[in-house]
């Protein structure tokens, strides 16, 4: 008998599913999370994680802490202080933060940043003092110990530091200063792989044009290296991402004269031993020109990615891509738009599995966030709005920890302020074939003829929505197909399907 934990979802019946195991039917025990509640026979259970995740799972989306503030300020003036938070997991519940503080030193901060069962630690903030006056940078983790971050120290320069971690401290390691290749001071980017950092700038000031560059961190500091440049006004939002082995996806504001600003993709083949790049397609993701603002991605898998940009509403895309026979990208095309709200200056999605996303959004006014289902086909569709923070700047990061997710804001009075927010995902496994209590164990029929159900569309192919309930809407999460007003075919066991 295999013994796990699950939550119990919302009930759909009353009666109990069919009791007796064939060849074709698969029942397993399990005991009841003492976070659960009771079950009932009939009801749909999903698996809980060995992190127990809390009630709010159960009952629907919900904020799991108040604000916390953090120490430092940050400046909450205008849009372009999406650029001023970044935030890297070195590991399950431990990240690492940056920020651009303005509140008297006007400096880079990194601090570390713990979250247990929805309650922040926050270590020490270490000051990058010759960082004073540079509000941008890059932050990336390479192993628990060790990060680099990357930030502009007056033009032409730019400057990598290293940061040994040991717990909740930091101290500065190694460091070096570029003098030729990466000739900007405005640091936006840096994706590390293959040993080599691949930084995204752009010119300070004017942002007239934008470059890639390798960085090599060597045993006394680092080697930087110029890739490739883009002419063009470039505005202040750009971002790179690791989409393959060895596949870079950048995505920035194009900004066209007395027209305004287009929100436009690339992808790179990256050669890690030569430090070239090399770029396969490219797409604008917008017809019509707009705002400057935030922009995100994440990827779904090797030929999907959901991208996320606010112009200035914030919007969601599908991106496909086309490989060759040599898995290799040749082609690129996108879905239609998907508009979470009105006028918005920062945006950021936070994946729960392939299929599920937290998607946080900034005002100017508010912090708001949006849960996201990619359903069959590619099909979007979203919660309810939920208000973060009525008091809030225009910027927002976010991650996923085992309590849910970490937001990361400005409020209105400067103060850096940090929340938990669990979101709902289903993990429905199968039907209890029996009545239990948290501490006790059910009986969970995961492949078969589950009985007791009723108003069944008989022949109609059953989901789980987001909230836990049966829907003949499709979502990400397939169940079964009815055989009858009250009988629902599982034909796949939960790790099948």
């Known amino acids: 008998m295999d013994v796990m934990q699950v939550l119990g979802a919302h009930g759909i019946g009353t009666g109990a599913p069919a009791g007796a195991e064939t060849a074709n039917e698969i029942a397993r025990s399990y005991s009841v999370a003492s976070s659960s509640s009771a079950l009932a026979a009939g009801s749909l259970v999903e698996l809980a994680n060995t992190n127990q995740v809390r009630d709010a799972v159960i009952t629907g989306d919900g904020v799991i802490t108040g604000a916390t503030n953090l120490v430092g300020t940050i400046a909450a003036s205008s849009a372009r202080e999406s650029q001023q938070i970044k935030v890297k997991e070195i590991s399950p519940g431990l990240f690492l933060m940056a920020w651009y503080d303005s509140g008297g030193s006007n400096c880079t901060k990194v601090a570390v940043v713990q979250e247990l069962n929805g309650a922040f630690t926050v270590g020490t903030p270490i000051a990058i003092t010759d960082a004073t006056g540079n509000s941008r940078f890059a932050l990336a983790v390479v192993s628990p110990t060790q990060a680099v971050i990357l930030y502009g120290v007056g033009s032409p320069n730019v400057k990598a530091q290293e940061l040994v971690i040991n717990g909740f401290n930091i101290t500065l390691g190694k460091s070096s200063t570029s003098t030729s290749g990466v000739d900007q001071n405005s640091v936006l980017d840096m994706v590390y792989m293959g040993n080599n950092f691949f930084v995204w700038t752009a010119m300070g000031g004017t942002y007239s044009y934008g470059k890639i560059a390798t960085m090599t961190m060597t045993d006394t500091g680092f080697t930087f290296g110029l890739q490739a440049a883009f002419q063009g006004d470039l505005s202040y939002f750009q971002q790179l991402y690791r989409v393959g082995a060895n596949e870079l996806a950048l995505i920035y504001d194009y900004f066209v004269n007395a027209v305004g600003y287009y929100q436009v993709i690339r992808i790179y083949e990256v050669d890690t031993l030569a430090q070239t790049l090399a770029q396969k397609t490219a797409l604008t993701m917008n017809s019509a020109a707009g705002a400057a603002r935030g922009m995100d991605l994440v990827q779904i898998d090797s030929y999907t990615l959901l991208v996320g940009y606010c112009n200035p509403q914030p919007t969601l895309r599908i991106i496909t891509l086309t490989r060759d026979s040599n898995g290799k990208v040749n082609g690129i095309s996108q879905g239609n738009p998907v508009v979470l709200d009105t006028g918005s200056d920062d945006i950021r999605i936070i994946p729960y599995s392939n299929s599920r996303f937290d998607i946080l959004y900034a005002t100017g006014t508010a912090i708001k966030s949006r849960g996201t289902s990619i359903g069959p086909g590619g099909a979007v569709t979203t919660d309810p709005v939920i208000t973060l923070s009525s008091s809030a700047t225009s910027t927002v990061e976010g991650l996923r920890t085992n309590s849910g997710t970490v937001v990361i804001f400005g409020d209105s009075t400067d103060s850096l302020k940090i929340k938990g927010l669990v979101k709902r995902i289903t993990n429905v496994i199968g039907v209890a074939m029996n009545a239990a209590t948290p501490g006790q164990m059910v009986k969970v029929l995961l492949k078969g003829i589950a009985k007791g159900f009723s108003s ?30 009250t009988e629902l075919l599982i034909k796949k066991a939960f790790w099948e399907r």
Do not use: E, F, R, W
């Open 456 to 485: 069944l569309t008989p022949n109609a192919t059953y989901y789980v929505d987001s909230s836990g309930n049966l829907t003949k809407t499709g979502t990400a999460t397939k169940l079964g197909v009815a055989i009858s007003a």
